[in-house]
């Protein structure tokens, strides 16, 4: 079972940064086939999809309310992805969640029965 541990969260000012981090247990190969993704999750709400990002090929997925905000990358040799988040506002405080889906061919987190593996989740808070 791959297994997901996400570090990075706190607490920031709003037009703050924080960079998240996640990395997975997985084999190099099946990390380099992999779609990782970072989702989030607000007390009372839906969990939303914050950014995907497929290692083989480099293509990056971005929600609209994050988008020139966020930006995802990541590490091979360190099997790890971040989460850059720049111009933090209240409305982002949130659990966020580093989640995995090996081997799919389109990668975005609207399509979140693809992830498989999940972190424990990290928590951001943003003050206003």
């Known amino acids: 079972q791959v297994q997901l541990v996400e570090s990075g969260g706190g607490s920031v000012q709003a037009g703050g940064s924080l960079r998240l981090s996640c990395s997975t247990s997985?084999?190099?190969?099946?990390?380099?086939?992999?779609?990782m993704g970072w989702f989030r999750q607000a007390p009372g709400k839906e969990r939303e999809g914050v950014a995907a990002?497929?290692?083989?090929?480099?293509?990056?997925y971005y929600a609209d309310s994050v988008k020139g905000r966020f930006t995802i990358s990541q590490e091979y040799a360190k099997k790890t992805v971040y989460l850059q988040m720049n111009g933090l506002r209240p409305e982002d405080t949130a659990m966020y969640y580093c989640?995995?889906?090996?081997?799919?061919?389109?990668?975005?987190?609207?399509?979140?029965?693809?992830?498989?593996?999940w972190g424990q989740g990290t928590q951001v808070t943003v003050s206003s």
């Open positions: 989640a995995a889906a090996p081997y799919v061919r389109y990668c975005s987190t609207s399509r979140a029965a693809d992830f498989g593996a």
């Open positions: 997985a084999s190099a190969l099946t990390y380099g086939s992999t779609c």
């Open positions: 990002l497929h290692i083989a090929t480099s293509s990056a």
